[in-house]
């Protein structure tokens, strides 16, 4: 059974601080989405990795995918009260389905950073 | 004006009923999905619909039916042998025709059983 796992599941941060987000899975996968919620809101896409190495910036936030160590990271730099919310990273996993093969994708618990003044 | 729209927002269930929760888009994606929400975790997924007239079971769809008659819905509901049906209910897209997976999300459905 594939795993998703966030650490830490709760991240307090001061503004100006940098700090990283950890998501470790526990299956082959080369296809990994981080996504960021605000409270009761939907899901926001914020990177799509498709590849070992991948990395993409956006702003002060900047992730990365290492599919040998089933590890993707998001990397938030100096951080301000905007970005507080929750993150989840999602791993691609391929599954049987119609014409032959499908995705899903398996989420992780979700990391909720606070930014405080 | 292209998005997902779920409906209602909020809904109340007494125990024993069904209610059905709609799920509609205008972005001609092929694949829809739903997934359920409890507070602190992520999202596990309940059914999902690559095409039209076709759909597969995710990881907890027992309890919840779908149908999809048209390309642009993708109701779910939520029947009585649902034990545990209070939670946030979220619909996404996709578009088949790109190879990676990123979905769409909906704004929501928040489901509460009183």
């Known amino acids: 059974e594939l795993k998703v796992e966030q650490n830490p599941l709760f991240l307090s941060m001061q503004e100006g601080k940098n700090y990283t987000i950890y998501c470790n899975y526990s299956t082959t996968s080369d296809r990994l989405y981080w996504y960021r919620q605000d409270p009761g809101k939907s899901l926001e896409s914020l990177f799509v990795?498709?590849?070992?190495?991948a990395v993409k910036q956006e702003g002060r936030l900047m992730a990365s995918l290492d599919t040998k160590a089933r590890l993707s990271t998001l990397h938030i730099t100096a951080a301000v009260h905007d970005l507080s919310a929750t993150y989840f990273c999602a791993v691609d996993l391929s599954i049987p389905g119609y014409g032959g093969a499908t995705n899903k994708l398996i989420f992780g618990t979700g990391t909720l950073l606070a930014v405080q003044p | 004006d292209g998005g997902i729209t779920q409906s209602p927002k909020y809904l109340f269930r007494k125990e024993g009923q069904n209610v059905t929760l709609s799920c509609e888009q205008n972005?001609?994606?092929?694949?829809m999905y739903w997934y359920r929400q409890d507070p602190g975790q992520g999202l596990r997924l309940i059914y999902y619909s690559q095409i039209v007239n076709d759909f597969q079971k995710g990881d907890i769809a027992e309890g919840y039916s779908v149908s999809r008659e048209k390309k642009e819905s993708f109701p779910l509901t939520v029947t009585s042998a649902q034990k545990n049906p209070t939670a946030f209910y979220l619909c996404?897209?996709?578009?088949?025709?790109?190879?990676?997976?990123?979905?769409?999300f909906g704004p929501g459905t928040r489901l509460t059983v009183l």
């Open positions: 990795l498709l590849s070992n190495g």
């Open positions: 972005l001609n994606h092929d694949a």
């Open positions: 996404a897209t996709k578009l088949a025709e790109i190879s990676y997976n990123e979905q769409f």
